[in-house]
Each structure stands twice: as structure tokens, then as C-alpha cells.
């Protein structure tokens, strides 16, 4: 089956030690061959823009969310009371609002402040895990710790878009066009990569069809951070800013685009997995890294009537659960998970509130309140070698 489909419009621990992954991760590192420069808190920073190819789609399907949270400008209580007069009457309109205080981190200040909040809950969205190919960093995957490889495996330096810190997600790719204008924001990473290879117009017109996305290439800005902290050492790599393809101008005339692309290594042929009617081969299967499948898992079907705070209209379903997708099919008759042992897990994101509605579609998206807890290192995990 084809990677072909439009956008609608309506594992645990590891077994492998930190020393090992200390090793791979400095091989890691080292495969970026330029200076590092080290910032004010001693952190190592390389940075080298390269050119990527986009090898790696999966849907993850409809992902619960965290509630929006912003600071609130309502009048907070006083005196003991758990709520103020204003909040109230907020209430009275936004039903699906509620307040909490929450301690986190001002960094301008640089320390814990207690702040009143005002929260609500958001459906469920449509995402992707994209992962870009690198074939001028070539890197020996029987390297990595989990590889039972005697021989050499040379493969393109693979590196997704997502991220992870802490066995989260950095990054959320939305696949969800604008409610309003059916269409991607400019700000949106997947309307970036189309526009760097010049299909923009064409995407836009076929529905943002996936397939649009199948090897795209362009120049990224590669990003490696490393940093020594209490004895321990923490490397982190993140792709950023897809731009078009240029000729580069030498002293002796120009490297066009074609002399570049065809001076770069081969690739492996491209894997896209849809959560139904997709190609659910052994060999595409074990691509998907182990925190992804977590991530897929987590897909929930949603009323959105009740979220739109009309249920008197009637059920309108909407996403898709995990274990009702063809995929989930596959990754249980490959005996890569037990369906009865996921059937009794919980979801591992922060509740919402029972008594509280997803916000209507009317209420003002939430702003950025520039506070967040004080930053801390990730811890190692496991998530399989990487293809």
C-alpha cells in the first residue's frame, strides 16, 4: 500500500548501562566534525547546517493533551476563599474554565513564584513523528548499546524532528489544518519542509497529502549540545530551520544543487506508517522507536460535540483509538507489545478535570505566560537502536 493520505478537515527502562550509553553518546557527538563553542554556563554547542532527508513519517493518531493553562487576570482570592467573586462570575460564562495556584519557576527572576492560573481542557490532535536522514554523516549503527551486530552498519545519521526530553515528546507535529482557513500556519514544520522544496502550492491544492513529505530534502541546522553537570555528562541533538537548496559559490565557480545531491551517499528507501491501511513490514515496524509506540499508544477517539459543550446534538466521533487501528493489529501479531497488558495501563498524561468541559471553540487561545519550572537535565532511557 502507498504513504498517500490527505489531512481532514473536520517501553520502560533500559537494561544498558550509563556508561555504555555515555560512550554511544560521545560517538554521537563526535560524528559532527566542527568546533565547539562553549556559552557562558560551560555548555559545548556545534552547530552545522547539512543537508537532511525526510525518511521517516508515522501518524500517532488523535494524542490526548495537557490543559491550556495561561496566568490569570482576574481578580484572585483573598482572605482564605477558594475562589473570588470575579472567578465566579468567569465561570458562569466559560463553564469549562477553572482556577488552580501553581508553583513554577520566574525566570527573570530566577526562582519559584506561586501564581494564580486559569485553565481548560483541549481535544485531542491528529500527530506525526517525523525523522530526517543525514547521508553525510554516516554512523555505525552496531555501535549502539542494544546492537547484537559483529558487523559494520553504515546508515545516513538519523535524527527526528519531535525531539525527547524525559520520555516526552519536545515537539508536537500537528497534522490538523486550521479550523478557519484549511490551511497550515507558515509556522508549522511541515508547511516549512514543503516550502523548501518548492511543492508549497501543489500540497496545499492535493488536501496536504502526506505523500508530499516522502523523502523531502533540504538543509537543516544540526544541533549538538553537550554539558557537564555534577559529574555527569548530558548530549542532546535537535534539527532545526529546513530551508531551500542552493547552489554554493567556490572559488573556482559554483556547487550547484545537483553536483551536491549527487555527491551524497545513498539513502534508505523511505518509511511511512499510517495508524490504518498502511505497510506494516518487519522491516518498517522496527524503525519505530520505542517511546513512539508509548506515544501512539496514548491515540483516543473523542466526542466533539461534547467538547463544543453541545452533547443535546448528538454523538460526533471523532479520532481514532489505538487499539481499533490496523497498526495496533501488527504490532501485536508481531509480538512486539501484550495487548492485555496495555489494555490495563492508564494514561501516563496529566488528567483533566471530570466535571470540566474542553473549551469552546469561542474562548481566546492561551498566551505564553514565560514561566516554566526550573530546567532539569534528562534522565537516560531506552529506546532501541534507531532503525
Not at 497529502?209 to 555534577?230: E, G, P, S
Request: with cysteine; net charge negative; glycine share 6%.
Amino acid at each position: 500500500m502507498s504513504f498517500d493520505k490527505a489531512v481532514e478537515t473536520g517501553s520502560t527502562g533500559s537494561a544498558i548501562s550509563s556508561d555504555d550509553w555515555s560512550k554511544y553518546n560521545e560517538l554521537e557527538w563526535n560524528l559532527l566534525d566542527v568546533n565547539p563553542v562553549k556559552d557562558a554556563k560551560g555548555k559545548e554547542t556545534k552547530t552545522a547546517t547539512l543537508i537532511g532527508v525526510l525518511n521517516f513519517v508515522a501518524e500517532l493518531g488523535t494524542q490526548p493533551q495537557a490543559p491550556f493553562s495561561m496566568v490569570s487576570t482576574t481578580a484572585p482570592p483573598q482572605n482564605g476563599e477558594d475562589m473570588s467573586v470575579a472567578e465566579i462570575e468567569r465561570l458562569k460564562k466559560f463553564k469549562s474554565n477553572w482556577f488552580e495556584w501553581v508553583d513554577e519557576w520566574d525566570k527573570n527572576e530566577k526562582a519559584m513564584k506561586t501564581v494564580r492560573k486559569v485553565f481548560w481542557n483541549q481535544d485531542p490532535v491528529e500527530s506525526l513523528v517525523l525523522a530526517v536522514d543525514f547521508p553525510a554523516l554516516q554512523f555505525d549503527y552496531s555501535k549502539h548499546p542494544a546492537s547484537e551486530s559483529e558487523e559494520s552498519d553504515l546508515r545516513p545519521f538519523r535524527i527526528d524532528y519531535n525531539g525527547k526530553f524525559q520520555r516526552k515528546f519536545e515537539r508536537t507535529v500537528v497534522n490538523e489544518v486550521n479550523y478557519k482557513t484549511k490551511k497550515f500556519g507558515d509556522k508549522d514544520i511541515k508547511y516549512k519542509i514543503i516550502s523548501a522544496t518548492g511543492q508549497l502550492e501543489q500540497y496545499q491544492k492535493d488536501g496536504h497529502n502526506l505523500k508530499y513529505l516522502i523523502q523531502a530534502t533540504c538543509n537543516w541546522d544540526v544541533v549538538m549540545t553537550k554539558n557537564v553537570k555534577d559529574g555527569k555528562t548530558y548530549y542532546k541533538t535537535q534539527i532545526k530551520n529546513p530551508t531551500a537548496l542552493q547552489d554554493i559559490k567556490e572559488r573556482n565557480g559554483n556547487y550547484t544543487v545537483a553536483e551536491q545531491l549527487a555527491d551524497l551517499p545513498e539513502v534508505p528507501k523511505f518509511c511511512g506508517l499510517l495508524l490504518n491501511g498502511g505497510d506494516y513490514s518487519e522491516e518498517n515496524l522496527k524503525q519505530v522507536r520505542g517511546m513512539w509506540w508509548d506515544e501512539m499508544k496514548k491515540s483516543t477517539q473523542f466526542d466533539k460535540n461534547v467538547s463544543l459543550g453541545r452533547p443535546e446534538n448528538g454523538e460526533w466521533l471523532m479520532g481514532r483509538n489505538w487499539m481499533d487501528s490496523d497498526i495496533a493489529k501488527a504490532y501485536y501479531a508481531a509480538g512486539l507489545g501484550n495487548k492485555e497488558e496495555d489494555l490495563g495501563k492508564t494514561d501516563p498524561l496529566p488528567e483533566p478535570k471530570p466535571e470540566d468541559k474542553p473549551a469552546a471553540p469561542q474562548q481566546s487561545a492561551p498566551q505564553d505566560s514565560g514561566s516554566a519550572s526550573a530546567p532539569s537535565e534528562p534522565t537516560v532511557d531506552f529506546d532501541g537502536i534507531p532503525f
